[in-house]
């Protein structure tokens, strides 16, 4: 996308990749995140993993908002993308209980103040108590918030977890093979646990969403939220302003902001049970963050075909974002996650069974597409209008 | 100190102390570190700490001097300052091994290239080899490196350490008391572990060693490197460019812009030391970092008057900054360690051991001050010049 490109990111991260390629890449070569031995409890039964993800440029939208609005309450949501970040991955390796997390947050202190940080911890603390009510332990013990005014325009909220883990409750991504199905769980509507709509856009992509829905004006009114060095021309090029109500959506009273800053949901609720009840039948999960419907390409134990043909209509956020910015479906499935965060590779007979579970929290759950044999790794995805193959 | 303030940075952090008022703040109220109970191995006799810290502002500096010079290598450096900016402060609570670390390193793609990721994690790896040859184990266990030029001007380089320690070889600052000496060791100079000269600046206070020392027209020529919102004023207020010799200096060859980088020395082949021969005899451990010389108020264990008399001479570095932005002794001692980065409160009669170790490993150390008692928590510090009280 060149669009993205232009704006200095890129969905598929080449050059960290290029950085990262001497370092001790783990035990298990496709689980989604690195797992290390038990240096924590010196066990040949455990491993450790520590992972660190954030908020992104989420944390932008939040600060427009505020500013916009007055509303503070936004930066919880911004709290829940840092912490959703890091323990979804978590739960790709099958980790969904007894994680520590703490926070590394960095701040220009000019422009945000003592009580937007408030906001943030508070979030933090909140969305632990929550995720506890469903028997997924996290333990926030604290973390570093720095004034570095000369380096950060505005906020940048990260977070890192820590968490100890038997091998035998691991899922690696190594069962994934051909004759698999995928059951993908949808990012958009409202799940039982959570208090409000949600309009699957998570944490990833936001550059680009931020940019192709709000309006010229932001970039004058808030030279802050950007890097003065763009293109004018990739610069808030959508026709949004935040307080306007989001059209064609149903959502009484929902605007342009809060379904931009929809705090990504986690899957942990459903995943646990399905951890704790189905482990056997997981053969690998993929967090769709980061390189959007692709992501699942880095992780294949092996050459084979990845087909997803039945994966749902694409929520109405994604549908918006590619009315402003004209980019061809292919780009935007590797960048947004089009309506799945969360796939969950089986055996055709055990879909059901997982669908259901996923169902039982109102959350949407379908059998997305499936693995084929092939004599290299590839990607199709079969839309009614078109076949994207990457 | 006002231009402190302007600037838009605090040496004594009071709105993040606010903001994390509610936080669970751990087992040992006057710990260096906050620590927990033994979330990840569930045994009584053990705890786990987890920290964040990062290199700060200091990132810029080897931005600027990277820029103008095309020594790439200075990245190293920045690499080296975040990981002891955490290791120095576990020291402090008497972890010194069996460490697990990730980083979090936020880039303007524009900016930053690939190859400079490479440095700073190819200098982290490198460090961490480096220590291991000292018995300090520390498994590098990954990352996330994120592409967000709208937050990040530059670069921010942070990172995270967990451990998990037994209860029985915890410094938990409980025994600081009346009667106390405190040996302070050196932050300048060159270690025996040390390739090169030191000048002891660390990573505090950069922000304001940055802005006092450098000349006006980095402002003009690297924008980037500051926020545009600070009062001209205060920015690049100083007379030297970093390539420059530094006036003063006996090193040969020695320029600005590489005793500004001077990568943070770790006290970790010390402290170890220290902690298994010594474990008794050691009543409290302060890593002077942010708050300089009065850091260690926030942790003494009752009231008392802690009194510094027999500090070193500030190093070079220092009184350049204090020369180029006429700031009292009283706010230099704020808001830079001046001299002494590690201090070791003991016994009298247990000084003289501790010097030894320390001299072992080429670094200066003496008794600087002692431990009497008050009705409140009280520091002064004694110049040849002043007596300076907080």
């Not at 993993?49 to 932008?60: E, L, P, Q, W």
């Not at 908002?65 to 099958?94: F, H, P, R």
């Not at 550059?207 to 763009?230: C, G, I, V, W």
Request: glycine fraction near 8%; include cysteine.
């Amino acid at each position: 996308m060149s669009l993205y490109s232009e704006r200095g990111v890129s969905s598929q991260k080449e050059e960290v990749h290029a950085a990262i390629k001497n370092l001790d890449s783990g035990l298990y070569p496709y689980a989604f995140c690195k797992i290390f031995p038990d240096y924590m409890g010196k066990d040949s039964g455990w491993v450790n993993v520590m992972h660190a993800d954030g908020a992104g440029t989420k944390s932008i939208l939040a600060y427009l908002y505020w500013k916009e609005t007055g509303d503070i309450s936004v930066w919880k949501g911004i709290a829940q993308d840092a912490i959703v970040m890091n323990l979804d991955d978590l739960l790709c390796v099958g980790i969904c209980d007894d994680i520590i997390f703490n926070s590394t947050i960095d701040r220009n202190k000019l422009l945000i103040p003592g009580a937007v940080l408030e906001q943030v911890i508070e979030g933090s603390r909140e969305m632990f108590e929550t995720l506890k009510k469903f028997g997924i332990n996290i333990s926030y013990l604290g973390g570093e918030t720095a004034d570095v005014g000369d380096v950060v325009r505005t906020i940048a909220v990260n977070g890192t977890m820590t968490a100890r883990w038997p091998k035998s409750k691991l899922i690696t991504n190594q069962k994934i093979s051909p004759g698999d199905v995928i059951v993908g769980l949808a990012s958009d509507g409202q799940a039982s646990y959570e208090t409000q709509y949600n309009s699957g856009i998570g944490s990833n992509g936001l550059t680009s969403a931020r940019h192709d829905m709000l309006k010229k004006s932001y970039a004058d009114e808030f030279p802050e939220s950007l890097d003065p060095n763009l293109n004018h021309k990739v610069v808030y090029i959508g026709p949004y302003s935040l307080t306007q109500e989001v059209p064609g959506s149903t959502i009484p009273g929902l605007n342009i902001g809060k379904f931009l800053l929809s705090p990504t949901r986690t899957f942990a609720p459903v995943m646990k049970k399905l951890l704790e009840e189905h482990f056997d039948n997981i053969h690998g999960l993929i967090h769709s963050s980061g390189g959007g419907q692709t992501k699942c390409m880095k992780y294949l134990p092996g050459n084979m075909k990845v087909i997803k043909d039945n994966l749902f209509e694409p929520p109405l956020i994604f549908k918006l974002i590619q009315q402003s910015n004209g980019s061809s479906s292919k780009e935007m499935y590797e960048v947004f996650n089009m309506g799945i965060r969360m796939e969950i590779f089986t055996n055709p007979q055990h879909a059901d069974e997982i669908i259901k579970v996923a169902n039982s929290f109102n959350i949407e759950a379908r059998v997305i597409g499936r693995v084929e044999g092939s004599s290299r790794k590839e990607l199709h995805i079969i839309t009614p209008k078109e076949v994207i193959t990457y």
